[in-house]
């Protein structure tokens, strides 16, 4: 049956046999399952830490940029114990370019916790994993299913779209009304004796096989148990995405300089964007008022800063506007700006010292006009 409206969801069920599903998807995985460093380590090492590092770094990045990171980071730390044995800073230095580095901290924070009991207790079910800071619903699946044999389905964008095609749902994969009969159908759908492998299965089948548009279905393993297929209604099922509107932000990043050093400040903990990240004072607006944390970017102050250029930026759904500016430190003490926690940079060590783009491509901007600038 297709399903066209949300009021039809409750008819939502599976038309196909259950069994039939699973041996399909679970052969093809294990013939086509991608090697992956996670993968390869897991099955040489059995250490949990593997499968969670990388299920943190997956999540909102592509697989491709995650490799080389992953591999750096485990280089340097290569256990449970080191990474809680770190400071933020160098956990934060280790994953520079993947984005979204609160997932990073909570990561950190959430193997202090783990370590602090001894001896080590890892989660074994989802629920369990679910306790732990920065870890959601579908981490705590993936991670319970691959290394504790926990029966947790997981439903992600790719889960989501191969299960709108299977069974003909002809509404948005991110309809909020959708999660929860998706969530019922797939936990009804997992093979409670391999969990790992189906969820790995039907994520990567969404990957490689039934993508976005044009999906392969003549080499799809589970082209007999889809309606969309029998119904040639691929198209249609699911239908695009409700987009997010994306909010316009107006920023002002103020490098200060003290001649060949670079003052650096910790966002704190309230910041919008990049929380208890080291950088440039930053402040925003959507009006005339720049206000940062704990002061406002005053008329009078940005009269003595030199306007030094503009880039474009995006974090989640904002998409900034960003103005660099230059300040001498005489400045920015008079004016009793910095309520942050501040550190002074060599001038040659703040590329290094810097982990977030949007204080990469400011400090780029500052670089190549450093030779004219008087500070
Ligand atoms: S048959 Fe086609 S649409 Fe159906 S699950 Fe396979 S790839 Fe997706």
């Known amino acids: 049956m297709t399903i066209r409206s949300i009021e039809k969801l409750d008819q939502v069920k599976i038309h196909f046999k259950k069994a039939v599903f699973q041996h399909r998807l679970l052969h093809w995985y294990q013939s086509n399952k991608r090697s992956l460093p996670w993968r390869e380590d897991w099955l040489k090492q059995k250490n949990p830490y593997h499968i969670w590092l990388s299920e943190i770094m997956l999540q909102q990045t592509v697989i491709k940029a995650v490799i080389p990171v992953y591999h750096r980071f485990l280089e340097t730390l290569p256990s449970l114990k080191d990474l809680a044995d770190a400071n933020e800073q160098q956990v934060r230095e280790l994953v520079r ?89 797939v936990d009804e759908l997992i093979d409670e004796r391999h969990p790992g492998d189906f969820n790995q299965g039907i994520m990567e089948l969404g990957q490689r096989v039934c993508t976005p548009t044009q999906p392969q279905c003549s080499s799809c393993p589970v082209s007999n148990c889809c309606a969309a297929f029998a119904n040639n209604t691929q198209a249609n099922a699911p239908q695009p995405k409700i987009k997010t509107k994306k909010i316009d932000v107006t920023m002002n990043l103020l490098i200060v300089k003290d001649s060949d050093h670079t003052l650096l400040f910790q966002r704190p903990i309230s910041a919008k964007f990049l929380k208890e990240s080291w950088g ?62 501040a550190k002074k940079v060599r001038d040659q060590y703040v590329e290094k010292s810097l982990i977030a783009n949007l204080d990469r491509k400011a400090w780029h901007i500052y670089s190549r006009n450093a030779h004219r600038l008087g500070i």
């Open 97 to 185: 370019g993947l984005g979204y580095y609160r997932r990073f901290s909570f990561l950190h924070k959430a193997a202090k916790q783990l370590t602090e009991v001894k001896p080590l207790e890892w989660p074994k079910t989802a629920k369990e994993w679910q306790k732990l800071p920065g870890v959601g619903p579908y981490t705590a699946a993936a991670v319970a299913s691959i290394a504790f044999n926990d029966p947790a389905a997981v439903l992600d964008g790719n889960v989501e779209r191969v299960l709108c095609r299977l069974l003909d749902i002809h509404l948005p994969p991110n309809l909020p009304q959708l999660k929860k009969p998706l969530q019922l159908i």
């Open 280 to 341: 440039f004072v930053t402040a925003t607006s959507n009006t005339q008022q720049f206000s940062g944390d704990g002061f406002t970017l005053t008329d009078s102050l940005l009269s003595k800063a030199e306007k030094i250029g503009a880039f474009k930026h995006n974090i989640t759904n904002h998409k900034i506007s960003a103005s660099v500016w230059l300040l001498g430190r005489k400045h920015i003490m008079e004016s009793k700006l910095a309520p942050h926690k």
